[in-house]
Nanobody, 119 residues
Framework: QVQLVESGGGLVQPGGSLRLSCAAS????????MGWYRQAPGKERELVAL???????TYTDSVKSRFTISRDNAKNRVYLQMNSLKPEDTAVYYC?????????????WGQGTQVTVSS
């Protein structure tokens, strides 16, 4: 089993910044990829950013140049630096990881952290 715990959400004014953190714990061989998704009220969950073991990254178009995903493999953590936040970024943000356990891949989700962008 793998546990993912997010932190760093909150209320921020438009144009502000937040940094989300996700800590992974448990027994696994590797975590790849790791990423962030979000779900706004009344909408489907969508991919925000992914990072793979070679540090290659993928972003949804709406956050490119504003958000940066990074990882610390030694600490089993993934981060999402969010700058120039907009009201439309308001959502519950979920950490996601694909863990290799016993040669098989399993997808895990965190419990989510609320990000609210409002004046």
């Amino acid at each position: 089993q793998v546990q993912l715990v997010e932190s760093g959400g909150g209320l921020v004014q438009p144009g502000g910044s937040l940094r989300l953190s996700c800590a992974a714990s448990g027994s696994f061989s590797s975590l790849n990829p790791m990423g962030w998704y979000r779900q706004a009220p009344g909408k489907e969950r969508e991919l925000v950013a992914l990072i793979r073991s070679a540090d290659t990254t993928t972003y949804t178009d709406s956050v490119k140049s504003r958000f940066t995903i990074s990882r610390d493999n030694a600490k089993n953590r993934v981060y999402l630096q969010m700058n120039s936040l907009k009201p439309e970024d308001t959502a519950v943000y979920y950490c996601n990881a694909v863990a290799v356990i016993g040669g098989f891949e399993y997808k895990y989700w965190g419990q989510g952290t609320q990000v609210t962008v409002s004046s």
